[in-house]
């Protein structure tokens, strides 16, 4: 089974600057029929289910502001988030959606502002 | 866009059985795959089980595998997971998603809460 580890499990950043978040996957998600990694991020918010924000590791989902990017491919992602601000503090999740019909998640990391 | 809304949570004891519901607001819901999620207090989302379209084949994550089952009815618009054995582990917030587009989940409900307790 493929396990998806995130790194930081949490961080701190000030507003206006950069926060990383890199995911691993122990399997590359890389499908090379058509060239697409399956890897999503999602945004949790408390009280509410995760929101999509970025799918095939680096496709905006409609709506998201454009300071949210990914990056990455095969085992190796990053979700950039630039200019941060005060409605980003959130746990960010990834999420592989390759080795169909198991979709396992990472285990987050909690953004927090410095 | 097809909106998801799950029902069925409540408070049952360990050994009991619950059946949760996922209902959609379109038709076209007929051809998305749906999938089940859960979100134990303070932890990360489990995806937990899968469905696709044509109702036959469905897909469990090894924690549930055995204990759950997840099912669609086209007619009613509804996904089904019926929950049986339930520990303390199980208390979650359950929800149903599904990702017509592109697999990833961009539609999600509200979730419905499980709680398994004496």
């Known amino acids: 089974d493929i396990v998806m580890t995130q790194s930081p499990d949490s961080l701190a950043v000030s507003l206006g600057e950069r926060a990383t978040i890199n995911c691993k996957s122990s399997q590359s998600v890389l499908k090379n029929s058509n060239n697409k990694n399956y890897l999503a991020w999602y945004q949790q918010k408390p009280g509410q289910p995760p929101k999509l924000l970025i799918y095939?590791?680096?496709t905006r989902e409609s709506g998201v502001p454009d300071r949210f990017s990914g990056s990455g491919s095969g085992t190796d992602f990053t979700l950039t988030i630039n200019s941060l601000q005060a409605e980003d503090v959130a746990v960010y999740y990834c999420q592989q959606y390759y080795n169909s019909p198991m979709y396992p998640f990472g285990q987050g990391t909690r953004l927090e502002i410095k | 866009q097809v909106q998801l809304v799950e029902s069925g949570g409540g408070v049952v004891q360990p050994g009991g059985s619950l059946r949760l519901s996922c209902a959609a607001s379109t038709f076209a819901f007929s051809s998305y795959d749906i999938h089940w999620v859960r979100q134990a207090p303070g932890k990360g989302p489990e995806w937990l089980a899968h469905?696709?379209?044509?109702?036959?084949?469905?897909f469990y994550a090894d924690s549930v595998k055995g204990r759950f089952t997840v099912s669609r009815d086209v007619s009613e618009k509804r996904s089904y997971l019926q929950m049986s054995s339930l520990s303390s582990d199980d208390t979650a917030v359950y929800y149903c998603a599904t990702g017509p587009s592109h697999g990833a989940f961009n539609i999600w409900g509200h979730g419905t809460m499980v709680t398994v307790s004496s």
């Open positions: 095939w590791a680096s």
């Open positions: 469905v696709r379209p044509n109702g036959y084949s469905h």
